[in-house]
């Protein structure tokens, strides 16, 4: 079995830490969701037989005003269609480039008691995802 990413590992994490907090951040998310949403047993949501896609959407409904509060915007969003480049089982639902101006206004959202209540909806709603990192760059017409 291929190993499924949710969370970020410690040592990743420290490593998004440690790099510098006061320039703007682009964060690379590519979502593959789980055909039944997983809820811890006593959740307000378990039970409702929600999809990962709905369970997602609910994440989105619930973090959005406060990923809005500290400046964030969606920068590109698409839907999947297939590899070109890369292992033919590299499957994601639904892919989006999250902006923000700083490292510091990810913290802010994450550290936010009503984002750790939301995020529940992420982590039911996944079977797998990647979160990346960048530094923006220049748009353009070449490479």
Do not use: C
Request: charged share 25%.
């Amino acid at each position: 079995m291929t190993k499924t990413y949710i969370d970020p590992s410690p040592a990743n994490f420290q490593a998004f830490k440690d790099l510098p907090r006061d320039e703007p951040i682009h964060m690379l998310n590519l979502l593959r969701y789980r055909e039944e949403a997983a809820y811890p047993a006593g959740h307000e949501n378990a039970g409702k037989g929600w999809s990962g896609r709905r369970a997602y959407q609910e994440y989105g409904k619930t973090s959005g005003p406060i990923f809005r509060r500290v400046g964030g915007s969606i920068v590109w969003r698409g839907a999947f269609q297939t590899v070109v480049t890369g292992p033919e089982a590299m499957q994601w639902h639904d892919g989006f480039v999250a902006q923000y101006p700083n490292s510091g206004a990810f913290f802010e959202m994450i550290k936010d008691p009503d984002y750790q209540k939301a995020v529940v909806n992420r982590t039911a709603a996944l079977a797998d995802s990647r979160l990346v990192r960048f530094a923006p760059g220049d748009a353009g017409e070449g490479f």
